[in-house]
């Protein structure tokens, strides 16, 4: 991969954002110099010790080709990776649920559209350009030159989606762009994926459990005779989506673990069950009931997005730690809260979409009897409630689990959910609010 010359991560933020990544690598060798990591008392109890972390093994990890990440510098430890940062624009870095109310105009001025009114989020700084900048062409280098993603007449969409403000939004501790990349990639492919064979794009319910299971073994690959092989391997390049899983996978699987890639791989797998969940209602034109809709949208959600944070990141959190059943709790509830949001803000989209979407409100509605207004409203509503759960979940894992890399990881997360909300709050050529106030 291409190794440019870049700037420190979030050059462009306030002061105490800037030095988020730095920050938490310093806080978590600290700790890790002060006392044993290997889990705490509370923390995974039903488990041996995980294996103890060394600090090196904390420090980002290059990629193959990429420059090394800045040197951590000095900082306070564990009470401080807890709280977060402090200065303007950081509050969404923080993992104990905060008191100040979030009002839509304590946002930053840059960022544009408007919040759906009386959404619990937090306010994040506008995305460093710089690395915007570099994300958006290269991405766009490798959707046109490595995959050929797309057709001519879909650039403005693929422009209007805005990948490269939405992924270094989403990783504020990425070391470097090829970090950043990493996620860029598996966001572009897992939407090609999702518009070309459920959606938009040329995709139906009819057959799709066949499309998606030849699409998921580009992620985890068919082990099998000589004669069937090259067939198989063949068949990675036949359409869009699957040149594009396997070349993401293919960057993916470089500079992951073999732990990592795997829960990548199950998370894809949940994804994919989701999506056959939805589609077997469209085929039935059926509407589930609000609980049965909660639960499909729980795997057809964003959740392999934030779960790669610890790779983006440039350092990993072992396999037993991410298993432990608080952090999987954590994981779900923040994958649910993105995926509302998304429900949220692309309500209107879906409204004029052929066929009858489901979402949030429009299940709400069908189910509860409730006008469009009063189901919308509810579902601002189930949304805060998952925020909320999800925060105090992520606070008392922080607490009972002293490792740092679980503290870290969960710093992630709550980053991943914030620049979610952020890049649909500011992605007004795709979405845009009902008029329900
Ligand atoms: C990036 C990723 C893993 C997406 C998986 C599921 C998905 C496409 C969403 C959660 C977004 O939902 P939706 O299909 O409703 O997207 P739009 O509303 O069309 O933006
Ligand atoms: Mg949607």
């Known amino acids: 991969m291409p190794a440019p010359e870049l700037p420190p991560p979030q050059s462009s933020l306030p002061e105490a954002a800037s030095r988020f990544g730095a920050h938490l690598l310093a806080a978590a060798a600290h700790v890790l110099d002060a006392e044993d990591v290997s889990g705490g008392p509370s923390c995974a109890p ?53 008191d100040e109310p979030q009002t839509p105009s304590s946002a930053p001025a840059a960022t544009e559209g408007t919040p759906v009114p009386g959404l619990y989020h937090h306010p994040v700084p506008e995305p460093d350009p710089v690395r915007v900048e570099e994300v958006s062409r290269r991405i766009k280098a490798w959707a046109l030159d490595e995959v050929s993603l797309y057709p001519e007449d879909w650039e403005e969409q693929f422009d209007g989606f805005s990948v490269g403000r939405y992924m270094v939004g989403c990783h504020p501790d990425a070391p470097t762009v090829d970090h950043l990349m990493l996620a860029t990639r598996l966001m572009v492919a897992e939407n090609a994926v999702d518009d070309c064979y459920c ?23 068919l082990y099998t005779t000589r004669e069937y092989q090259p067939q198989w391997a063949e068949s990675l390049h036949a359409d869009a989506p699957r040149r594009a899983y ?78 432990q059943a608080g952090l999987q709790k954590v994981i779900a509830l923040a994958g649910n809260a993105t995926t509302i949001v998304n429900d949220l803000y692309s309500y209107t989209k879906e409204l004029d979409a052929p066929g009858h979407h489901l979402n949030l409100p429009v299940v709400i509605a069908e189910r509860e009897g409730l006008s469009d207004r009063d189901a919308y409203l509810k579902s601002v509503e189930v949304h805060n409630d998952l925020m909320h759960d999800f925060e105090s979940e992520a606070a008392a894992l922080a607490e009972a689990c002293p490792a740092p890399g679980v503290h870290r990881f969960l710093r992630g997360v709550a980053a991943w959910v914030d620049g979610n909300h952020n890049w649909h709050q500011s992605n007004t050529y795709r979405y845009s609010l009902p008029d329900f106030w």
Not at 76 to 87: K, N, Q, T
């Open 46 to 98: 039903s488990l041996p010790a995980p294996p103890v972390t060394s600090a090196s093994a904390l420090a980002a990890r290059p990629l193959p080709g990429a420059p090394a990440a800045e040197a951590p510098a000095p900082s306070a430890g564990l009470e401080r990776i807890l709280r977060g940062p402090s200065g303007l624009g950081t509050a969404g870095l923080r993992l104990f649920p905060r």
């Open 199 to 221: 959606e938009d794009h040329g995709g139906s319910p009819v057959g799709l459990g066949e499309r998606l299971l030849l699409a998921h073994t580009a992620l985890d690959p």
């Open 246 to 323: 396997r070349s993401a996978m293919e960057y993916f699987v470089r500079a992951a673990s073999a732990s990592q890639a795997d829960r990548f791989r199950h998370d894809m797998a949940r994804l994919h069950m989701g999506y056959l969940a939805e589609a077997a209602w469209a085929q039935l034109d059926h509407v589930p009931e609000v609980w049965e809709y909660l639960a499909m949208r729980q795997f057809n959600n964003f959740r392999p997005c934030p779960t790669i944070t610890d790779t983006v990141g440039g350092y990993e959190l072992p396999a037993d730690l991410h298993a």
